[in-house]
């Protein structure tokens, strides 16, 4: 009996998929090469969207974690969010397959529509439940957009430092709008092929380049020295394996969603292949001098191959459009340039708050503890918990817990273990230190800085520093607010 229906859930959830597939029309070679290029749903496709957008631009952050946590607390929160992460992607995906499942059975069709997380949790917990998680959703998705276009005008001004970093992020900014023309995560694939091999890239030049370089002289590795650092550079990481706030966007975008499970693990486990070793690289050779340097090109040589590690952008962008287009009612627009323009109105403000906070680092931290602790831990694990609450809920679950993990009884207390750790260690002294060291950052540079942690002019510097194997375009060493009592 239990095959049997499981066989029929499959036939209702993959029967119905057919959005931006063709059927019964002949292939010729434009087809061919659009079908190659452009649409892309297959467990492939979703493996290189999680892995590229997980860490993305954090990844020059991690490093500066280090600095924060020290070597071997950095390496073990990196393990333990990780695997967190994966778990509360899982419970996502189990939500979400649920949610459709029920719906489809109503005879409800998503061909026109890409279901996002706040309607999971409309469909099964409510209207509250939905209020909440739409809320949480699209600020993250709002900040983590910003971060995204804040860390590509950092990352260009130290291969061209002819411009500040403000005009990097007008130019950006610019850039980002040219999103609105991707339909949805079904038509990522080559753009999330080119992230992850840059994101490859990138985190393999740290690591070898920072090798080679070897330590600076002088170099010191004192962290962790202060509670406040600690649990900033704590809330930065867990913000790095939190990127699943747009999983059932990429799960809607397969041709069979249910497949979607074991796809995060697998990437967060790649993704570990990468910032393991690069955070740990750059921090064994500079140290300390982190603590000032949030960016960790700041402090390697340039050469063309640093000035090769960039990393694509636009993922967070995109669930945004959907939520705007819907309260708009274009989501189901079949005209991709009406839908397009609608969506230019929502680039407005992530354009305008990359430029009022242009704090690389510290502002990942602040997303992490206030934003990222519910939006992808919190709510996902208390509305597993309460949509099978009840036995009947359990036993007609789409979706059985695997053995391996207790059944209900193991998976209801993982939950509840993710719950209590995550609000009192992630967003409780997450919260606290990454707010501290925000407002830090405000009172030391400001709102609108034009050019955050820039070395000054030539004319304004004070005498050269010791050679110690920066270049010039590495930011001069500040004093780290935390370290000092008076304001630099």
């Known amino acids: 009996m239990a095959s049997g229906s499981d066989k029929v859930v499959e036939t209702v959830i993959v029967g119905n998929y057919v959005e931006m597939e063709t059927e019964g029309e002949p292939k010729g070679i434009k087809t061919k090469v659009s079908n190659l290029f452009w649409h892309g749903g297959s467990v492939y496709d979703a493996w290189f969207s999680c892995a590229s957008n997980q860490v993305a631009q954090v990844l020059l ?14 390496i073990l929160f990196q393990l333990f969010y990780g695997l967190m992460g994966s778990w509360t992607a899982y419970l996502i995906s189990i939500l979400y397959v ?13 061909r026109n529509h890409v279901i996002q997380w706040f309607e999971v949790l409309d469909g099964l917990l409510g209207k509250h439940w939905r209020n909440v998680g739409l809320a949480f959703n699209c600020t993250f998705l709002l900040f983590g957009s910003v971060i995204q276009l804040i860390a590509c005008a950092s990352n260009i ?30 038509n990522y694939r080559i753009w999330s092929f080119l992230g992850l091999i840059m994101t490859t890239y990138t985190a393999w030049y740290l ?64 993704v570990l292949t990468l910032t393991l070793p690069s955070a740990a690289a750059v921090y064994w050779a500079f140290g300390d001098m982190l603590l000032n340097h ?11 191959f640093r000035d090769m590690a960039f990393i694509t952008f636009g993922f ?34 992530i354009w305008f708050l990359a430029i009022i906070f242009p704090f690389f680092g510290p502002i990942n931290s602040t997303v992490g503890s206030l934003l990222v602790s519910f939006t992808v831990y919190i709510i996902p694990a208390l509305a597993h918990i309460f949509t099978f609450r009840s036995a009947t809920a359990r036993e007609n679950a789409v979706e059985q817990p695997p053995k391996y993990f207790g059944g209900w009884v193991g998976t209801y207390t993982i939950n509840v273990f993710v719950v209590v750790w995550v609000l009192i260690v992630g967003f409780g002294f997450g ?24 070395p000054p002019p030539a004319s304004a510097a004070s005498p050269p520093l010791p050679h110690h194997g920066l270049n010039a ?7 780290h607010p935390f370290n000092n009592t008076h304001r630099p």
Request: proline content about 5%; charged content about 15%.
């Open 473 to 479: 375009t590495a930011a001069a060493p500040l004093h």
């Open 207 to 270: 690591t070898i380049a920072s090798l080679l370089h070897g330590q600076a002289e002088g170099v010191q590795h004192s962290g962790p020295t202060k509670l406040v650092l600690y649990f900033t550079g704590a809330t930065n990481i867990l913000y790095t394996f939190g990127g699943h706030a747009v999983t059932v966007e990429i799960m809607h975008a397969m041709w069979k969603p249910q497949k979607f499970k074991a796809i995060y693990l697998i990437a967060t486990l790649y």
């Open 98 to 110: 649920e949610y459709r499942t029920r719906k489809e059975r109503e005879k409800l069709d998503f």
């Open 61 to 74: 952050t991690l490093p500066y974690s280090f600095s924060q946590l020290g070597m071997l607390s950095g």
């Open 316 to 349: 967070a962008c995109t669930p945004l459009y959907f939520v705007w287009e819907k309260a708009i009612g274009m989501h189901e627009c079949k005209s991709l340039c009406k839908r397009a323009a609608a969506r230019l109105p929502v680039v407005v403000p």
């Open 157 to 186: 001004y130290y291969i061209n430092d002819n411009l500040d970093k403000r005009t990097w992020t007008y130019i950006f900014g610019a850039c980002c709008a040219t999103t609105v023309f991707i339909p949805s995560f079904h």
């Open 431 to 454: 919260g606290w230190a990454s707010m501290t060291n925000f407002i830090h950052q405000i009172d030391t540079f400001g709102l609108f800085t034009k050019c955050y942690q820039c």
């Open 294 to 304: 949030s960016n960790a090109f700041s402090l390697l040589p340039r050469t063309p």
